[in-house]
């Protein structure tokens, strides 16, 4: 690939491969920090001497990815000695102060909130919670930067309850968010921003804007998705419509990012151009486009895929100031490098990862669609524009989005023919109307002509998403795949750009390579066999897997149930029977016993595993010394205050005892 030659692009993948491998560093902060002082003085002997050779690039590249592992260790909590993870306070309950940052997705019965530890119990504390605040119909409104206090303690995360489900933990932590809080309303003590922060003044001016709007009575259907395109705020969507733009393969156009911040550019450039065209006119221009793009990025949350955009056609900005075509691979790499040296997390960030690779491929691969068919009718030449960009995107983005969605949009060229042209609109009209709603001068006219726009779109949406024989759901797809179809891609498209004999010879070594993937995978499938006690509120739910066949046994239909269908899919099974569940199970020569409320079981069975179902009344003494168990697990069907005391009785018998309501799941395989 002609593009891995580019300095900078080698640089900037040897240290986001240092960000990766810290997990498996144990080196200090100190320890990475004087190792990188020790090769940039090398370096600069280097250049010094004008000796910079193959030795020298090897420096550099190992100093790559000790900047990348020291970027990581800076955000280290554990090298903060006032983080709360620290401190002993935080497992007892006490006064804690806390302060207010941005709002997250809410839930039926608690409002939540990204929150900064402030105080324990007097003592100045660091670390980053989320807090949840029992949701009620007269909740006040909260300001970024809110002091909130009042009494309770820190609990920590809880990994996922069930297999392959969601690792919110790991997301959370990601975030450098190692906490969380329930607290009720009645319960806090409340105080405003102390001090005002450019986060603190986008965010009242954002609540300014969807408060005036929702005065000049913008439709509350429409408003959450002018919230999400115009202002970043996707928390208050509803799950109907987030489901409707993922099954139309639009998903995407919730999330500000380069899409929406190249037509803002293109729009403020528009108005800007009957300005003269000289050099200080064109300076004026420049700040104006500059301060925009700033501004836009600052009240749309600086999210990863928002500083990514901004950052990049800011570049793209100064490019057409000097009038030189900006490199496109370097302007990329420049906003990248920067944002994962001031938060490396961002690495992990499912959205970063997407938008980067989307906007790669539209750069890498758009060119040679587009070559394949140049019309010369205008609006032939804008759909054939359309249909390139979204499929080079869709390409570049399709093995990321199989192995964290494990779906795929067959609709997403109609989708976007129709969305995007009416994107460029809404786009245009909403920075005015964004604009009157700051000032509260809004003219009802424009706003009625936004809030059209987007339920034309919200409608077109829905009747497309509603064609869900399109849309392929539930495919198994793990890291294996998603290297190896990577692997083919690029080197598809390299043999596209330069067919020759060693390019063909590596894309066909490259399928070659996804097929023993696959087979690997297979065998591994068809050899794996386990029995699964779900985490499942007031109820119970056992799973057994032979190779790929699954057995669900539930007294519940258990059809819809998503947590299930995850399971299977990551597991390539399918479930091929729903039965009830009975007292008695063998998987692999183990004996495992249910006992439920009816207290019937066989005796002297001497099960290998006795699992607990539905409260039942029982002297669990007794009952050990006439079956003899190994391991005792008791499912979140029980009372808690029976978990509790069985708990007790299996530590006083020396019985492991396993509460799936503390621990999670129970697997035997």
Not at 186 to 199: C, N
Not at 547 to 569: C, F, I, R
């Amino acid at each position: 690939m002609k593009e891995l030659q580019f300095p900078l692009i080698r640089i900037s993948l040897f240290f986001v491969l240092g960000i990766i491998l810290y997990p498996y560093f144990t080196a200090s902060l100190y320890q990475l920090i004087g190792i990188a002082i020790s090769l940039v003085f090398f370096l600069v002997v280097f250049i010094y001497k004008k000796t910079f050779h193959n030795l020298s690039s090897l420096f550099l590249f190992i100093l790559a990815i000790i900047t990348g592992l020291t970027s990581v260790a800076v955000h280290d909590v554990k090298w903060n000695p006032t983080h709360f993870l620290h401190l002993t306070e935080t497992q007892h309950r006490n006064e804690i102060k806390v302060e207010l940052g941005e709002k997250l997705k809410s839930t039926s019965t608690h409002v939540r909130y990204e929150a900064t530890v402030k105080e324990i119990k007097g003592v100045p504390t660091d670390g980053k919670i989320v807090l949840s605040i029992q949701n009620q119909k007269e909740l006040p409104y909260f300001e970024y930067g809110t002091k909130l206090k009042f009494i309770s303690k820190i609990n920590t995360l809880k990994p996922a309850n069930n297999p392959d489900q969601f690792d919110y933990k790991g997301y959370l932590e990601n975030k450098s968010i190692f906490g969380q809080i329930q607290v009720e309303l009645k319960d806090l003590s409340m105080a405003p921003p102390s001090h005002y922060s450019i986060r603190t003044f986008a965010s009242g001016i954002r609540n300014s804007i969807l408060q005036n709007l929702e005065k000049s009575h913008f439709s509350k259907e429409e408003l959450p998705v002018f919230a999400a395109l115009l202002l970043g705020q996707q928390q208050d969507i509803t799950k109907d419509i987030l489901q409707d733009y993922q099954y139309a393969g639009a998903i995407h156009i919730l999330s500000v990012s380069g899409l929406h911040v190249g037509l803002l550019l293109g729009f403020l450039t528009l108005l800007l151009s009957p300005l003269p065209q000289t050099r200080k006119y064109a300076l004026l221009k420049l700040g104006i486009l500059l301060f925009s793009l700033s501004f836009f990025g600052i009240l749309a949350g600086l999210s990863p895929s928002v500083l990514r955009s901004v950052t990049m056609f800011s570049f793209v900005a100064i490019g057409m100031y000097f009038r030189r075509s900006t490199n496109i691979y370097n302007t990329l790499l420049i906003s990248a490098f920067l944002l994962l040296l001031f938060n490396p997390s961002y690495v992990y960030d499912v959205g970063f990862q997407l938008s980067y690779l989307a906007l790669f491929f539209i750069v890498w691969l758009q060119p040679i669609l587009s070559a394949w068919y140049q019309p010369k009718n205008k609006i032939v030449k804008s759909l054939w524009e359309i249909i390139t960009v979204s499929t080079a995107a869709q390409i570049g983005t399709l093995p990321l989005s199989l192995y964290y969605f494990h779906q795929f949009s067959g609709l997403f060229f109609i989708t976007n023919l129709i969305i995007l042209p009416l994107l460029s609109v809404i786009m245009g009209v909403g920075v005015v109307v964004v604009l009157m709603a700051a000032t509260n001068s809004i003219w009802i006219p424009l706003l009625k002509l936004m809030e059209l726009s987007i339920w034309v779109i919200n409608t077109i949406i829905h009747k497309i998403a509603s064609f869900e024989q399109f849309i392929i759901k539930d495919i198994p797809f793990h890291k294996g795949m998603l290297l190896g179809l990577y692997l083919i891609i690029c080197l598809f498209i390299s043999t596209l750009k330069k067919p020759n004999y060693k390019n063909s010879v590596a894309l066909i070594l490259s399928l070659i390579f996804f097929q023993l993937v696959l087979i690997a995978h297979r065998i591994e499938t068809e050899n794996k066999d386990e029995f699964v006690v779900f985490s499942k509120n007031k109820s119970s739910l056992f799973t057994e897997k032979i190779g790929s066949k699954m057995a669900v046994h539930s007294d519940e239909d258990e059809t819809q149930n998503s947590t299930l269908l995850n399971y299977a899919t990551a597991q390539s099974a399918t479930i091929t029977s729903q039965k009830k569940i009975k007292n008695l199970y063998y998987f692999h020569s183990k004996k495992i016993v249910v006992l439920d409320s009816s207290c019937v079981y066989l005796p002297k069975t001497q099960p290998d595993v006795l699992v607990l179902i539905q409260s039942p009344k029982i002297n669990l003494e007794t009952l050990i010394q006439l079956q003899k168990p190994k391991q005792i697990v008791a499912d979140r069907s029980n009372y808690k205050s029976y978990v509790a005391r069985w708990k007790a009785t299996c530590a006083k018998e020396k019985i492991p005892f396993h509460a799936i309501a503390e621990k999670g799941y129970y697997k035997m395989d």
